[in-house]
């Protein structure tokens, strides 16, 4: 089992709808998350972080936590083709170690 | 501007020749981590350091090195590359281990 597992892509919605992102992980000792967004031969950028159960919004953008679940996702409101990315899960534990999931790319089509 | 910045973009060698990536920071962050990203495997944390003279590995440490001489620098080392090693390399730096990272542009790694 991999440590971090997102949604096996890609993801396509139209534009203007909400798209659903979501990661678990299996490491208990994990205390922040994040999420980045890579558009392609670029570096990762941060979305959302979130340390703390239960919903964050930024904007268009919604993160959730669940630790009982072992659980984060990531909604983006009113899609827009601009949002079209891999958006990457990230776990990180207090003493620093950082893993990352495989990545969905999302596809918003006008 | 709040950077993180990676020499070289792009480099080609060969098997077996010595070689380092550069990693500067100019955040004054306490936390540096390099990363490999192969298609379809997301990003792999090699070593991580948490301050100067503290490194620890990642998930794949295998052939290569770092040092943390100075909070700023964090340098990857490959000591004797190998054609696996080929791969898009990432810096990163952030406040400290639980916080957002900060990402260089990356370097293109090619190993024949």
């Known amino acids: 089992q991999k440590e971090v597992e997102q949604n096996s892509g890609p993801l396509s919605v139209p534009e203007g709808a909400i798209a659903s992102l979501n990661c678990t992980y299996s490491?208990?000792?994990?205390?922040?998350f994040f999420w980045y967004r890579q558009y392609s031969g670029k570096s990762p950028e941060l979305i959302m972080f979130?340390?703390?159960?239960g919903d964050k919004e930024d904007g268009r953008f919604t993160a959730q936590l669940n630790k009982a679940s072992q659980y984060v996702s990531l909604l983006i409101r009113d899609s827009q083709p601009s949002d079209s990315a891999t958006y990457l899960c990230a776990v990180n534990t207090n003493a620093g170690k950082s893993t990352f999931g495989d990545g969905t790319t999302l596809t918003v089509k006008p | 501007e709040a950077q993180v910045t990676q020499n070289p973009r792009y480099l080609i060698t060969v098997t077996g020749k010595k070689l380092t990536v550069t990693c500067s920071q100019n955040m004054n962050h306490e936390y540096m981590s390099w990363y490999r990203q192969d298609p379809g495997l997301g990003l792999r944390q090699i070593y991580y350091s948490m301050n100067v003279e503290v490194t620890d590995k990642g998930d794949v440490p295998e052939g290569y090195k770092v040092s943390r001489k100075e909070k700023r620098n964090f340098p990857l080392i490959l000591e004797s590359p190998s054609p696996n090693q080929t791969s898009l390399y990432f810096c990163a730096s952030s406040v400290g281990g639980y916080s957002e990272a900060f990402f260089g542009q990356g370097t293109r790694l090619t190993v024949v």
């Open positions: 979130i340390y703390s159960n």
């Open positions: 490491d208990r000792g994990s205390q922040s």
